[in-house]
């Protein structure tokens, strides 16, 4: 599913992150206009007076834990948009995988992708996943981590094949940070619970809450916020958090959505499947 193209952009030091009764972050969506040199464009892609150099790395990072069934859809949708990422040119792209306390054959199912660095770790935390995937990615960056652009999804997610694309479309732009939306399955959901979910969410007009199952940063400011803390769910509200606490431009936008599970019990205590849960799961 592709909605229209919706960017929201939060101006450095302007709005506020909260995280609503699902335990969804939402983004603030003040004027970027207001906060002086910045400015926003008709597509309301964020213009910077001074825009950093293209992007000219990128890393994605798929934090695992017992997704067999899940995993290779997610990492052949991953293929597909480093491909059509490597033929634009002018970019490289890594991809890391990180099987965290896996019990199941998902190092089976990766095994069957080439193109993909592994990591194996034990902590069965997703903070700690995620952080030991980006210290990988930045520790081979070829090049410096103002041109690195740090991706992460989700092992039970499925991106578009233009996913990268538009991440480094926004992130030439001027964006340090982009919060892109999610969708549910609709093979997961009953037909009254698609209905619902398609009857709240308006294409062109992203929510703004925080997915690490979409969620793109500039290394550079990624290393300035701290990084990916330990935790075993919200680590990515928490980053953005403190991204926007370092002045760090922060866009969300639906022209990068990307579809996830709908199952009601995830890998997390909460999480997206949480969320579910408490909402539509209800319907």
Not at 117 to 122: D, M
Request: aromatic content about 2%.
């Amino acid at each position: 599913m592709r909605g229209a193209l919706g960017v929201m952009a939060d101006a450095a030091g302007v709005g506020a992150t909260g995280v609503d009764a699902s335990g969804a972050a939402g983004v603030g969506t003040a004027d970027v206009g207001a906060a002086g040199a910045d400015a926003v464009a008709e597509d309301g892609t964020v213009r910077r007076a001074t825009v950093p150099a293209p992007v000219a790395h990128v890393a994605v990072v798929v934090p695992v834990r017992d997704e067999e069934l899940l995993l290779a859809r997610c990492l052949a949708s991953v293929r597909t948009a480093r491909r059509a990422l490597l033929e634009r040119g002018g970019c490289t792209v890594d991809v890391v995988v990180v099987l965290d306390a896996c019990r199941d054959a998902s190092a089976d199912v990766v095994a069957r992708f080439g193109s993909v660095r592994v990591l194996e770790t034990a902590a069965g935390d997703v903070g700690a996943a995620r952080a030991a995937g980006v210290r990988s990615a930045l520790a081979v960056r070829p090049v410096a981590a103002e041109r690195t652009w740090l991706t992460c999804t989700d092992a039970d997610s499925a991106v578009e094949p233009d996913w990268l694309l538009e991440h480094l479309r926004l992130a030439d732009a001027g964006a340090d940070v982009v919060v892109g939306t999610v969708h549910p399955d609709p093979a997961d959901l009953t037909t009254a619970q698609w209905d619902a979910w398609r009857a709240a969410h308006e294409p062109g007009r992203p929510n703004g809450h925080v997915h690490g199952a979409n969620l793109g940063v500039r290394a550079s400011a990624y290393l300035a916020a701290g990084g990916f803390a330990p935790a075993p769910e919200h680590e990515d509200v928490d980053l953005v958090a403190r991204l926007r606490a370092t002045g760090a431009r922060v866009v969300a936008s639906d022209a990068v959505d990307v579809l996830t599970s709908g199952r009601a019990v995830g890998r997390t205590p909460g999480g997206y499947a949480g969320h579910l849960r408490a909402t539509l799961l209800r319907t």
